[in-house]
């Protein structure tokens, strides 16, 4: 059964420092792994899609890497900002075109102007 | 193009009533998803639908909650009778796999 892991569970940083948010997976059979935004009383909002055969993908000051074979991907934030605050998700794809979808508790940031 | 849409926003219920959530995905995508989250707590999958059909309910607690999706469109997820530990945010999400899946902005349940 594959377990999808956050850390850390909350960062505050004051603005404009870069920042790294870490997600951990058991079980490296992936298709796909997604990062989401989530802001207080709101869905989840797609940032970024890596497929399986993907190092990393980027958007504007966010990019996302992942290491298949160590279960691990990164989401690095550059020169953070207030409008940034909001829980992170990483949701992991299984094997059956990332349709099987497992989630992480998220990791809450803020980021202090 | 409209995103995925879900009312009610917000129900607040007796326990052991009924409640109904709706939700219609984006079209043309044929993956929908009903996913239930905790305060705190990253989303859990309660049923995935391939076009009209669920392939995936494993986690669904079957003697309270029901499911439909008519046409392989709109869907609608039925919990009754309603628990005190039903109270969450009921998310609905739609793909084309394997491409990005988007979300609503979910149905908060409050069971008193």
């Known amino acids: 059964k594959q377990e999808v892991t956050q850390i850390p569970a909350a960062l505050s940083v004051p603005e404009g420092e870069n920042l790294v948010l870490n997600c951990s997976f058991t079980?490296?059979?992936?298709?796909?792994l997604q990062w989401f935004r989530q802001d207080p009383g709101k869905g989840l909002t797609s940032l970024l899609l890596i497929q399986s055969s993907q190092r990393e993908q980027t958007s504007g000051r966010l990019n996302a890497s992942l290491d298949k074979s160590s279960g691990r991907s990164t989401l690095y934030i550059a020169a953070s900002q207030p409008g940034d605050s909001a829980t992170y998700l990483c949701?992991?794809?299984?094997?059956?075109?990332?349709?099987?979808?497992?989630f992480g508790a998220g990791t809450i940031l803020r980021v202090k102007s | 193009e409209a995103g995925v849409v879900q009312s009610p926003r917000y129900k607040i219920i007796e326990k052991k009533q009924p409640v109904a959530f709706w939700c219609n995905p984006i079209?043309?995508?044929?993956?929908l998803y009903w996913y239930r989250q905790n305060l705190g707590q990253g989303p859990e999958l309660l049923i995935r639908y391939e076009n009209e059909e669920a392939v995936d309910d494993s986690q669904l607690p079957k003697d309270r909650f029901s499911a439909e999706r008519l046409k392989g469109v709109d869907s609608t997820l039925k919990i009754q009778p309603a628990e005190l530990g039903d109270s969450a945010v009921y998310l609905c999400a739609s793909r084309i796999p394997p491409r990005e899946v988007f979300f609503g902005e979910g149905s908060r349940l409050t069971v008193l």
């Open positions: 949701a992991v794809g299984g094997m059956e075109y990332g349709n099987k979808l497992v």
């Open positions: 079209s043309g995508h044929n993956t």
């Open positions: 079980d490296s059979a992936i298709y796909n």
